[in-house]
C-alpha cells in the first residue's frame, strides 16, 4: 500500500528502522526518540529500575525529580516548549502520585506519556499482594484511562508494539496524555513476527463540509463590521500561529488570546488588541471584542478561567468557533473539518473585512519604569519593573492565583514563551515547568512566578535545578497564604495562613542558587538585576508583599467568584 | 422496629440528636464528628471553601496542610492511631493530589474519609468548562470509585443524609477509606422530609459454619506439637488486640508479628517470639514459625514484602488463616464468620497444645549500648541507641526503604505505637503521619525515622509541624539517594542519587525546630539527648551514613527482590 501524501512523513520514520529483534522496551525508547523526546523525568522504583536501566544505555536522558507529580508538571512543559513530554515511574505508589499533573495536561491538552512499571506477569499468579498494589493489577490502568486520551497495558508481546504505536498516535494526534504500562518481565520480550507500523494517517477533513463552512464563514467576515480573532492556545499546541497569522495578516483582522492562549502572538504586533478575559481583563479589550460583530475563536477553550468566568459576554450567534474537536458557526455545526484545514482555506479566500482601529496596549506602550527605590514593592509594579527585562531568551512561567493574574499583564515580545495552567489551575505547576522548559530548551532561562502555597507544594524541586546546574530565576510572592482564597470568601480564616519560610534561604540547604530578599522596590530591582547577571546559578527572589495587595484582574475576578464560594 | 442488641449503639446514637433542620453539610460534619474525627486535614481551595468555613464554625478543628498527599498521610495516621481519619480539600486539582495516599490507605486498611468539594449542580448547565475540570464532571468520582471502598456525590438532597451514613459505615465497617463530594451548591441545602439513620447492623457470624470452623480449629490446635499465631495488623485496626492475647495467654501459644503488624503487641511480653518476615527476618523466629506444624494467622495480611518477599515458607496445609475478609482451614474456606468471633469462641474453648521454649529476643535482650563516641554512626547501632529511648510515650514511624527494614528491630514496649507502609511501601509517609499522629494524640511524641528520598518528597509537611508547634524529633538517614534501589539493582546508576540537602538547615528556612547535624554515635547520642530533653520544638537530626551501609534485613531482601528487576 503506497503511503499517501499524508502518511508519508509516518511511513518514512517505519521505513528508516527495522524492528525485528528489538524487545518490547527497546522498541518504546526508540519510538519516543522518534518523536522527538530527549529527556525521561521521573522518580526510580523497583518495578521501573529495569526500563531505567535500558534508559541510561540510550540516548534519551533520565532527569530525576523529588516527587512523581513534579516529573508530571515537568514533562507537561517540556512538551508545551518541544511538542511531547514524558515520566516514567514506578507502580501505583509512583503512578498514582502523578494523577494531579497527568490530569492537568489532560484538561490543558499538553501531549505527555506517562510510562509506568508493574508487576510481572509471572508474578500475578495466585493473586498475591504485592507491595505498591491497591485493589487489584488493573487498579492504575482504570484511573488513568480516566485521565489519558489513550492507555495500554504491554501484557501480550504479539500486540505490545502496535499497541505503543495507538497511544503515541493518540498523544500526538489529540495533544493529551497517554498511559503506558510495562509489566517487568515484559520489557526484555522480543516479539516473534514483523511488526508493521500501521499508517494511521490523519483524517482528512471533509471537503463538502469544509467548503460549506468557509464559504459562510467568508460570508460573515465580509459582511460585519467589526470582526475580531481570539487566538487559543491550540495554535501553539498545533504549530498554526504562523497559520492563524496569516490570516489576520491578509484579511486585517485584529488579534486577542486568552490567558491560557497568551504568547501564540508576540504582543507588540500592530494586529495585537490584548487579552480578552471577560469582566476581568482590560475595559477597552472587553469593550473591543463584545462590540464585535463577527468573534473569530480559533483554537481557544472557552473555559471559565480563561475567559473571565462566564463575565465573558459573547453572543454565539456572532462567533465562528473553531477547534481541533469542532467547527460551529452561529448555531450550527460542520462535522469533520479541521482546524489546520479550515484556517487555510479561510486565508486563501482573502476575506476583507473593513479595518479597525486598535486601541493602545497601555502596557506596551508605557514609558520607562520609573524606580521609587525606598517604595514598598507591590504587585503591578512588580510586573512593570520585570516587563522590561523579557527578551527573546526568556520563558515566563506562572503558577495559579495572583501569579498567573498579575503575569498577564507582561508583553510578550517577539518569541518569548508563557506557560501556565490557566485552565486547571493546579497550584505548584510552576517550579517543576521550568525544570522541565529549560532541560528541554537550554538556551531559554526560565523566569517563573509564583505564589508561596504554590511554591510549599513543589519548590522542592529546586533541588533538581540546582543540581542540574539550571539557573531560572524564581520569584515567590510571599504575603504568609493563599491570596486568591482570602479575596475569594473574605473573613479573618486561618485556614488561609501559611507559615512564612524564609525562601530566600533555602539555597543554604541545597547548597546553590542565591537568595534575595525583597520588601522595596529598589531591592527587587537590585536583585533581578543580579540574577539576571548572574547565569550561573538560580536566582530565588523572595518578595514581600502586603497581604492586601493584589492585580486589578484578581480584584476584579475575586469579585466574580466570590458570589458563587 | 426495635434495635436488636447488635445495633443498640449506632441506634442510640440517631436518637440522640435530631436531624431535622440541619443542611448536608452540616449533618456531614455531625456526623464525622460523632465517628471520632475531632480534626480535619487539607487545603483550602474555592470548591471546598464553604465547607472550610462550616467546618471553622465547628467542634471540628482544621490543620491546614502544604499539600493535599500530605493531608492524605496525616489523616492515615490520625485514623491508625484515633479510629477514623478525615481530609478535605478542593475539586480534582486538589483531590487528584491525593490519590497515591487514599490508595496506601486502601492497601492498608486505614479508614480515611475524603471530603471533596466540586462545582455547583447549578453551575453545570450546559457543561462549561469549569476550572479544575479533567474530562467531565464525573471524572473524580470515577477515579476514587477505584481507590475507596465507597464513594459518592451528594446531588440529591433527598438521599443525601443516608448517602453520608453510607459511606461513613463502610469507612468504619471495612477500615477502607471512603469518597464524599459535595457540589457547592449542595452545602447548605436542607432536605426535606425525615431522615432515619438506618440500623445498619454488623452482619452477625453464620452460627453453624463458625461452630464447625472453631471445632475444627481447637482439634488442630490441641493435635499440634508446635504451634504459633501470627499476629497482624488488622487486629489493632478492629481492636483485637486484647482479644488475641487473651487467646494466647490462655493457650500459652508464642506469638508473632509481621512489619505491618509491628506494636499490635508489646515485644517485651513472655509469649513474643520476634517479627517474621521470612528469609529478611532474624533466622531463629523464621525457623521457629516455619516449623511450626499448627499457624494461627490472625488479622494478618499475606504480603510480598510483610512474608518476605515470599521467602516465607509457610504449607497452607498447617495453617488456620482469618482475617476480617475470609476464614480458611487448610484448604477450605468458611464464609461468613466474623474475625472477632472465631477469636473469642476458639478462647472459650481453651485450647491447649504443649507449650513450646521461645528463643530469646537478641535485641529485647541486649545489655546497656556501650557508646564509641568516634565510630561513624552505623543504621544498626543508631537502632539500638535508639531502643534505649522508646517508652509509651512514643510512637515510632518509619518511612519505607531502610527506615523501615531497620526499625523492625526496635523492640515496641508496652503500648508504643509503631506505624509504617509496611505493604503500600509508599516513600514520603512518615513526616505528614508525625503531623497526623500527634494532632490525634498530643500526648505521644513521634519518633520519625526516614531516608532522605522520602525526605525530599514530603519533608515540606514540617511547616505545618512548626506552625502548630509540635515536637516530633525527625532522624533524616542521609546517603545521597534511593539506598534501597542501589541494592536492588547493583550498578552505578545516577538516577538513583539525590542532591545532599543540608536537612538540619531545614529549621533557619522554616523558623522553627532545631537542626542537628550528625556523623559519629558521639554526635547521635547528644543530638538525640538534646532532641528528647527540648519538648519545646521539633529535633531535626541530619544522620550521614555510609552509602555501603543497610541493616541485615535490607540486605537479605535485596538479595531476593534484586532477582526480579
Redesign the interface.
Known sequence: MPPSSATAKRSKRTENHAVAGLSIGSYLIRRLHECGIRDVFGV???YI??F??LL?DSPIN?V?C??E?CAGFAADAYARVSGMGALAVTY??GG??A??SI??A??EKSPVVLISGAP?IS?RENK????????DFR?QL??FE??CVAGVELDDAQTAFREIDRVLDAVASYKRPGYIEIP?DMLHVVPSGRHRAESRSEQASDEDALREAVEEAVRMINGSQKAVIIAGVELHRFSLQDAMLALAEEARIPITTTMLGKSVIRETHPLFVGLYEGAMGREEVTQFVEESDCVILLGS??????LGI?TANLDPGKCIYATSEQLRIRHHHFHGVRLADFIEQLTRKKPRPPQRAIPKNPYAEQGKFELRPRDPIRVERMISRINESLDDKTVVIADVGDALFAATELVIRQKTEFLSPA??????FAVPAALGAQVARPDLRPLVIVGDGAF??T??EL??I??RGLNPIVIVLENGG?N??RL??P?N???????????H??P?????GRGYDVRTEGQFDQALRSALADTSQMGLLEVHLDQRDCSKALRRLAEK?SK??
Open positions: 526510580p522504583g523497583d529500575l529495569g531505567y536501566s541510561n533520565i530525576s523529588t516527587r507529580d501505583c505508589a498514582l502520585n494523577c494531579n490530569a492537568g489532560y484538561a510481572g508474578e498475591p499482594l504485592l507491595h505498591h498494589m491497591v485493589r487498579t482504570e484511573v480516566k485521565l517487568r477553550f472557552m473555559t471559565d478561567i480563561n462566564y485552565y486547571y489551575t493546579s497550584m505548584g510549599q507544594m519548590g522542592n533541588s533538581t540546582v543540581r493563599y486568591t482564597e475569594l470568601h473573613g480564616y486561618k485556614f488561609n495562613d501559611i507559615l512564612p519560610w524564609k525562601y534561604r533555602l543554604e540547604v541545597l547548597g546553590g467568584l458563587k464560594v
